[in-house]
């Protein structure tokens, strides 16, 4: 049974250039969450898609956009890159009806320079 | 979603009890306390979650008090693979997970 996996593992970026990272989610979950994680700090919620659409969103700028495809997999794209997106991002997969138990993945390293 | 306050650091013997402590004094009545741990390099790990009994699962046991504004994720052999940061997050209605600054468990050899 396949975990979540994120895609690639590491990036790096230049200033003002946009960015795509792929998540697919654990077998069976139909919800995926993207989260930002600063060096030293907590992850921070950026957004959670179901059915393909955005239900919630944190406190993050429109910069920041996704996607959830049919197949329950997502995307996270990144618009105008600042030198302060550089992150680990963490995508997390769950049931609808278990919101909370959510499973992770390994996260993507961006580096924008 | 319940603010949540725990301890930035603590030490632990191997093969001895972690008691790792936290404060939710916010938390409503239905709000559940969730705890996740996250290895160093890895995405966090759902641990386990609690309403207002005490859970135990494969990994750990949750203490909750009578009154929900603290509770208690024990595991009770430590190992030094559980050396983690370790998140207390009261589950709210908005389906999404606030992390806090967490609890740096070190388990010594």
């Known amino acids: 049974d396949a975990g979540v996996t994120q895609s690639p593992t590491h990036l790096i970026k230049t200033r003002g250039q946009q960015v795509t990272l792929r998540c697919s989610p654990k077998?069976?979950?139909?919800?995926v969450s993207w989260y930002q994680q600063a060096l030293g700090q907590g992850p921070q919620f950026i957004f959670q898609?179901?059915?393909?659409?955005?239900?919630q969103r944190g406190n993050f700028p429109d910069r920041f956009s996704g996607h959830q495809f049919p197949n329950y997999s997502s995307e996270l794209n990144v618009n105008a890159l600042l030198l302060g997106d550089s992150a680990l991002y963490l995508c997390?997969?769950?049931?609808?009806?278990?919101?909370?138990?959510?499973?992770f993945g390994p996260g993507t390293r961006l580096t924008v320079t | 979603d319940a603010k949540t306050t725990q301890p930035p650091s603590m030490d632990c013997a191997e093969g001895r009890a972690a008691n790792l402590p936290c404060n939710h004094s916010?938390?409503?009545?239905?709000?559940?306390v969730y705890w996740y741990r996250q290895i160093h390099s890895q995405g966090p790990q759902y641990i386990i979650h609690?309403?207002?009994n005490n859970e135990t699962n494969e990994m750990a046991s949750l203490i909750i008090t009578e009154d929900r504004k603290s509770s208690t994720l024990i595991l009770p052999h430590a190992t030094l693979r559980d050396t983690a940061v370790y998140y207390c997050i009261g589950g709210g209605s908005n389906y999404k997970l606030t992390f806090g600054k967490g609890t740096l468990l070190t388990v010594n050899p």
């Open positions: 898609y179901y059915e393909e659409e955005e239900r």
């Open positions: 609690g309403l207002k």
């Open positions: 916010t938390i409503s009545g239905n709000e559940y």
């Open positions: 997390a997969s769950s049931l609808v009806g278990q919101p909370y138990e959510q499973y």
């Open positions: 077998s069976g979950h139909d919800t």
